[in-house]
DNA sequence: TTGAAAGCGCTAACAG
DNA sequence: CTGTTAGCGCTTTCAA
């Protein structure tokens, strides 16, 4: 007898002769159910084309839908085009996709937005992480508050209900600052990351330095200056990315006495600001000394290896996984700050 | 009087007064519904702090939870890697973004694997896009099909039940092959895309080419070699990245008599060949012809701009979120074939 | 414009 | 080991 309608767990039953009660156990495994039954149930789920339980009857039933939203406050391709993100989001999947469905990215769709209001409250979400977490996030975090959801945020400000991962910006930019100093450069200049809300490039002055914003920019740009013992000669990118990083290269390094090292806060920054350099006819590291900030792979600069922070990107994300894992069992994890470990490479040498 | 349980549309409608059904009719304005009373019903949510209608009961009720699975058949890390997958995927959330809340991600585990059948089973998707779209995917469709699950391939085989998005891989590949033939090389080979499954690099040999596998793969070498005539000296990467791009370079160049000219089926292959080329001395384009596929930004290359098959990357993903809608609304989408162009940059000059 | 009632498909007590 | 029963929280007829 053909039926328009998917088959449900009561027909697999009725046809197997069993109560849906004992169908539903042959299925999820969670109960004593005769191997013989058992068989019988599932044969007539093949026989009928019976999927298995339906994921959202089996949520409202349970509470929880297992699936994990990641948030990110920016659009996708700009969220994704950053190794750091990709490298996060990697470590989460590892820990958390035997676990669960998988990962749901919510991301806006305008040039710096991340997600409506309404886009996070209908999200089915057992527990959400914000990978991209500054100030400007607050109203993103309201929203599942309410709804009582675990959140977990990646270097944010620390705010009440989300724990939070964390990575020692500060000192770590000041280690890396400290070993400029160190090989004698006297003259030098940063290249700072996107200082949003409000990201745009150009010389960062003190209106854009009072505002209060990105707590990974203040906490980076803190580092340096905290090891310079004064403010430092300083460009704001618009982006984290290469391009941004060349711009600021030009900016920096077009000018009569330019400096003869460059601290830029990301991976990507230096790159661009080495490529810059070599535009401008300066060797690097005789001509000028660069640092970056992450320790991404850099395959392009070959032959040179980036002297930068290394920060456990992808441990990151496992930690942040065994966070939402934790909050779900109904523990309350402890925040965790992660070390940062300097990287001596190429890039950086003495003046000249 | 203290609730320890969250509240429900129930709790709301009794303090406001009215009947359930008038209080979820306030909430989705699908319904005529007084001012007055739409009014009491939210505030008595904002005062019994109500986050509003729970999404798995909705979706229950809707049969529908308005996320879209993108499957993508290997691990997070390696897939995202590449920028053509994330062109994709910011396509899509363009397209669909507004629509629901938000983009699953599955993916596998392991180095090569994608999600489990039981993960596919689990997850409440109205539909789902394939982004790596091979053949070994079919065992990644079948759950969805019996789940009667719309689904959306890229590239891939032609699948029944699987409407898809493609471009001309063969025509392109043939295209920048032919441009290389014009310039006047004899001497020609090619970088080919990981022949999955089974990712291993080295030289494309006959029993690597008789396995059936990879569409992507096939199409652009069968371009390339249509071109040619004749069969093409090939080495096989495991993956489509720089580092592997470079080991092809150097396999590839560092012999006694090296190729004018390489053909490289994706872009980050060419910069990677590129690169190989630079480390063994030679000059590009003069010493060596090199032209990519897909049209990625190649900022590092500069002042290079890479010859290359351009695709449209971005578009994909819209119109493949575009086929959700229309599958969604019951209307079947016709198959897309979109068109690819050949740019001619400086990495392609006659040869020497 | 509002209310009453049915039930989406499943799981988890509980009883046998 | 298996069956009975009671909802999970919501939307949607249908009737008032």
New binding site residues.
Partial sequence: MART?????????ASA????????????G?????????QRVLDAAAELG?A???????S????RTGIIGVVFAERLRHAFRDPVAIALLDGLAEELGPVGPGLLVLTGNDERAGPSTEQLAAAPLDAAVFATCDLEEEPLVEPLRVREIPMVGIEGPRMPGVSLVDIDNIGASREVTEHILSLGHKRIAAVVLPWRPGRQRGFLDRARRDLSGSVVFADRLRGTEEAIGASVHAWEAAASTVEEGRAAGRALLDVDEPPTAIVAHSDLLAAGVIQAAHELGLRVPEDLSVAGFDGIDTPWLDPLTLTTAVQPMVEKGRIAGRMVTDLLAGRTPEDVLLPVHLRVGGTTAPPR
Same sequence: chains 1, 2.
């Fill in positions: 309608t998917r088959p449900t767990l009561t027909h697999v039953a002769g069993v109560s849906v009660s004992t169908a539903s156990l042959a299925f999820s969670a109960g004593p159910v005769s191997e013989r039954t058992r019976y298995g339980p339906d994921p959202m009857a089996r409202l039933r349970q509470g």
